[in-house]
């Protein structure tokens, strides 16, 4: 069913998901699983393993809505993982509606395709890694930098940060609703060492 790409109008109303592939130098394949806040194309989390199956998926999902809340809805394609009964049964008990994109159609999760070009473009095409820690703290340090630096294309040219915090200051007429900035575990001098 064709559905089309809303723009989201706060906070948690779409989570986008997206699996990428790639390859280290050894040849060994790695997986990343990318999900992002379409409101402010905030990145909330980039996951990185040799294989990532549906209960990884979950596992995340449900770390992220700890710390962030829970989504309206989520925005997948067709691949095992987001098909999977397992993920299916956790979004309808967590009351999370499931968006699936029509198979062949990618413009239905435009921002995750843009995020995942981005992604590809400034890490997996301009560095080789020799090894999973490597992939890991180029790209959290990534993340940080596009949530906090750069500045993107909407909402009103502010990076992910900055339009979360501008949200947070217009919701005066109910309770705060408080939004932390999630950074996965990254170590400064292990980033130094991995950029000198």
Same mark, same amino acid.
């Given at each position: 069913?064709?559905?089309?790409?809303?723009?989201?109008?706060?906070?948690?109303?779409?989570?986008?998901?997206?699996?990428?592939?790639?390859?280290?130098?050894?040849?060994?394949?790695?997986?990343?699983?990318?999900?992002?806040?379409?409101?402010?194309?905030?990145?909330?989390?980039?996951?990185?393993?040799?294989?990532?199956?549906? /209960?990884?998926?979950?596992?995340?999902?449900?770390?992220?809505?700890?710390?962030?809340?829970?989504?309206?809805?989520?925005?997948?394609?067709?691949?095992?993982?987001?098909?999977?009964?397992?993920?299916?049964?956790?979004?309808?008990?967590?009351?999370?509606?499931?968006?699936?994109?029509?198979?062949?159609?990618?413009?239905?999760?435009?921002?995750?395709?843009?995020?995942?070009?981005?992604?590809?473009?400034?890490?997996?095409? /301009?560095?080789?890694?020799?090894?999973?820690?490597?992939?890991?703290?180029?790209?959290?340090?990534?993340?940080?930098?596009?949530?906090?630096?750069?500045?993107?294309?909407?909402?009103?040219?502010?990076?992910?940060?900055?339009?979360?915090?501008?949200?947070?200051?217009?919701?005066?007429?109910?309770?705060?609703?408080?939004?932390?900035?999630?950074?996965?575990?990254?170590?400064?001098?292990?980033?130094?060492?991995?950029?000198?």
């Amino acid at each position: 069913e064709p559905r089309p790409l809303v723009e989201s109008t706060h906070p948690n109303e779409t989570w986008s998901l997206d699996f990428m592939h790639d390859r280290m130098t050894n040849g060994a394949p790695f997986r990343v699983l990318n999900i992002i806040d379409d409101f402010n194309r905030e990145v909330l989390n980039i996951t990185i393993e040799r294989s990532i199956g549906a /209960k990884r998926v979950i596992r995340e999902l449900q770390q992220l809505i700890e710390w962030r809340g829970k989504p309206e809805s989520l925005r997948f394609d067709n691949g095992p993982e987001f098909i999977a009964t397992s993920l299916l049964d956790f979004c309808r008990d967590n009351d999370i509606e499931t968006l699936h994109i029509q198979p062949g159609k990618p413009n239905q999760n435009a921002y995750m395709e843009r995020f995942n070009r981005s992604y590809r473009d400034d890490i997996l095409d /301009k560095y080789l890694f020799d090894n999973l820690h490597q992939v890991r703290s180029l790209s959290y340090h990534w993340q940080w930098l596009l949530n906090n630096e750069r500045p993107n294309d909407s909402p009103d040219g502010m990076t992910p940060t900055e339009a979360l915090l501008k949200y947070g200051k217009r919701t005066q007429t109910k309770p705060m609703e408080v939004f932390s900035i999630f950074q996965q575990d990254g170590d400064d001098d292990e980033l130094v060492s991995i950029f000198d």
